[in-house]
């Protein structure tokens, strides 16, 4: 035992002391958008690798280390290494870095990386991959049907397929949820469809796309039994590059973003409404186009609170043509009568190749028990703070003076009228104050009540204009509903604004 550990020992002070530096990369040519990965290795104990953010202007993606001890003849070395991962677009040179190895400083050669264009599949390979566009030119906004499609001839044997996404800039891209299998010839193919939208004008290139083929090796002693090789599978991995594609996009007159053709309509849930509570306005949308890109309405109407919800847009590839549903939810809230205006959409038609602007028709609500101090005659409006009362017209009437004798029993009678209306104007009085704090105890329970932000911002919505607190809260809850917000809501502050 003695022996065994004594030649551990001996073993580990045999480590080299002498560094050796050495650089290498995965591969010194590679396509267009391929991870280049540049390898710095160091003999010793104790290695510092230089801190490498970028290679050529390119950032670096990824870094691993790894180490390993090697015995050669009683030698014992010990080498480090690092990886730097970066995705180059043309040649390079990777400069020289310097690295310390057990105190001494190395310098690194340079090292040569060819960046190569992407030899694009034929017919009458082995394996093919195309990509295809149903039109050569568009306009913004307007959708285009990309087909990818992947081939290999019948009595070529493939075990795994993995295609990468369409990469375009200035375009939205949808994918389509179908895949289509079948034979052209001596190929089989897999086509896969996308519906992509121009966001802007201009002549622009389809870089190509790539699939990796992975096709399990044969010939590995015991793995190669089938039993085996139905857990254990090493892939040989190829790789094929598609075509590029070039398309030329026209812009829309005024600026527009929306193509295709449409339909408008808004309907609100009443047209009579008790003050303070809401009309629900739904506006729905439906046509053919890029109608993922119809922007949300935000109506605006004097003395009213108006909260326009978040669209909800459902679309789908329907016999060719990408259509689409559009759907949108607005809550109004006033105190009198009011008129929802009427909304527009305008967009590029598809089909008379003009400018187009539909509308709805503006809806008259009518509150019920809301406040009625709207003068008419009595006044002319200037501005929102200043009005100009009309001039009240004197009129000279002739009276004649008649004596009548009182009676004394009448004074009576006015002594008696005049108390049972002070006791009735008293006893209202305790009834409207009773009424109202009744009122607000039910809103303090209902703010104890609230399960969520949605609840809350409910209960709290027809009081906006109440408070400043209640507005706040309302502004932060819609925040925490709709765009993931975190606010904390303070109910007890709320409370007392109704206490």
Do not use: C
Not at 12 to 18: A, K, M, Q, R
Not at 358 to 367: F, G, Y
Not at 369 to 388: F, M, N
């Amino acid at each position: 035992m003695k022996k065994i550990l004594g030649s551990l020992i001996i073993i580990f002070l045999s480590v080299n002391i002498f560094a050796n530096v050495d650089v290498s990369v995965s591969s010194p040519a590679v396509y267009r958008g391929d991870i280049v990965n540049y390898t710095i290795s160091a003999d010793g104990t104790n290695i510092d690798f230089p801190k490498i953010k970028e290679i050529d202007k390119y950032p670096i993606i990824g870094t691993s280390s790894a180490q390993s001890i090697n015995i050669i003849n009683g030698t014992t070395t010990r080498t480090i290494s690092k990886t730097y991962s970066f995705r180059p677009d043309k040649s390079l040179t990777i400069p020289s870095f310097t690295v310390k190895a057990d105190g001494k400083s190395y310098k690194t050669k340079e090292l040569k990386v060819e960046v190569l264009k992407p030899q694009a599949s034929k017919n009458g390979q082995a394996f093919v991959l195309e990509m295809r566009l149903n039109k050569k030119e568009a306009f913004v906004g307007e959708p285009i049907k990309l087909t990818v499609a992947f081939k290999r001839k019948l009595n070529a044997h493939i075990d795994k397929l993995q295609l990468s996404e369409p990469k375009l800039d200035n375009f939205w891209v949808k994918k389509v949820d179908k895949v289509e299998n079948g034979n052209e010839g001596e190929y089989i193919f897999e086509k896969r469809y996308y519906q992509i939208f121009p966001q802007k004008a201009g002549e622009f290139k389809i870089p190509p796309i790539e699939a990796l083929i992975g096709i399990v090796q044969s010939g590995n002693g015991a793995f190669n039994d089938p039993f085996f090789s139905s857990f254990i599978q090493d892939l040989d991995w190829h790789k094929i590059y598609s075509n590029d594609l070039n398309l030329k996009v026209h812009p829309l007159p005024d600026n527009l973003e929306l193509y295709g053709s449409y339909k408008i309509e808004a309907k609100a849930d009443r047209t009579k409404v008790y003050a303070n509570k809401p009309v629900n306005l739904t506006i729905t949308i439906e046509g053919e186009g890029n109608i993922d890109d119809i922007k949300k309405f935000n109506p605006t109407i004097d003395s009213a609170i108006v909260y326009a919800d978040e669209p909800k847009i459902s679309s789908q590839l329907v016999g060719g043509v990408y259509r689409g549903t559009f759907i949108q939810k607005i809550a109004i809230i006033a105190d009198n009568n009011f008129t929802i205006p009427s909304m527009e959409l305008k967009y590029f038609d598809k089909d008379t190749k003009k400018v187009k602007t539909i509308k709805t028709k503006p809806i008259d609500i009518e509150v019920i028990g809301g406040d009625k101090s709207i003068h008419k005659s009595s006044s002319i409006e200037v501005s929102p703070s200043s009005k100009i009362e009309a001039p009240k017209v004197q009129t000279i009437t002739k009276t004649k003076i008649v004596k009548v004798k009182e009676k004394a029993y009448i004074k009576y009678i006015f002594l008696a009228v005049g108390f049972i209306l002070g006791a009735s104007g008293v006893l209202s009085f305790y009834l409207i104050k009773n009424r109202v704090i009744k009122r607000e105890n039910d809103m303090v329970k209902a703010i104890k009540k609230a399960k969520n932000d949605r609840e809350l911002f409910n209960t709290l919505l027809p009081y906006a204009k109440k408070d400043k607190i209640i507005s706040n809260a309302l502004n932060r809850l819609e925040e925490n509903i709709y765009r993931n917000g975190k606010n904390k809501i303070d109910r007890e502050e709320l409370m007392e604004v109704f206490e």
